[in-house]
């Protein structure tokens, strides 16, 4: 449930779901999917996530980047994501995957960071939506 946005220097994606915390769920796994193919990560272990923000869109970037704090930093990629509880100021839940290995897993894109240029969440009817831009 997202979809990729081509940008002249970044990359970006719109993800949605039924509830912010489906469109958090979501526009981690594009993410996830912008840096390598999906095809090959098997969801096998799960990682705790955590992060605070002040508003919904403070919140998902620190999400995604939380996401991507495992991608680079601990080298797991993470296949399916579920978020457990979703406040104001606080997202908690989980991502499954599994350790990086070079023989199975294709890398896409160099994700550097993601970034508040273009950010946008809103909800229409019984549809959440973001926009999010990355640093390439």
């Known amino acids: 449930m997202f979809e990729i946005l081509e ?9 949605w779901g039924p509830t912010a915390a489906k469109m958090f769920e979501n526009a981690a796994l594009a993410l996830e999917s912008i840096a390598f193919e999906m095809d090959g990560v098997e969801p096998r272990e799960p990682y705790p996530m955590a992060v605070t923000g002040e508003d919904y869109e403070s919140l998902l970037v620190n999400w995604l980047s939380e996401a991507l ?13 579920k978020v457990e509880r979703i406040e104001p100021e606080t997202v908690v ?8 290995d070079a023989r199975r897993h294709q890398a896409k894109e160099i994700v550097k960071g993601v970034t508040y240029h273009q950010l946008k969440i809103e909800r229409a009817g019984d549809v959440w939506r973001a926009t999010v831009f990355l640093d390439v």
């Open 69 to 81: 704090y495992y991608m680079d930093a601990r080298r797991i990629l993470l296949r399916r994501f």
């Open 93 to 100: 839940g989980r991502g499954w995957g599994e350790p990086f």
């Open 7 to 15: 940008h002249t220097a970044d990359i970006g994606f719109r993800a």
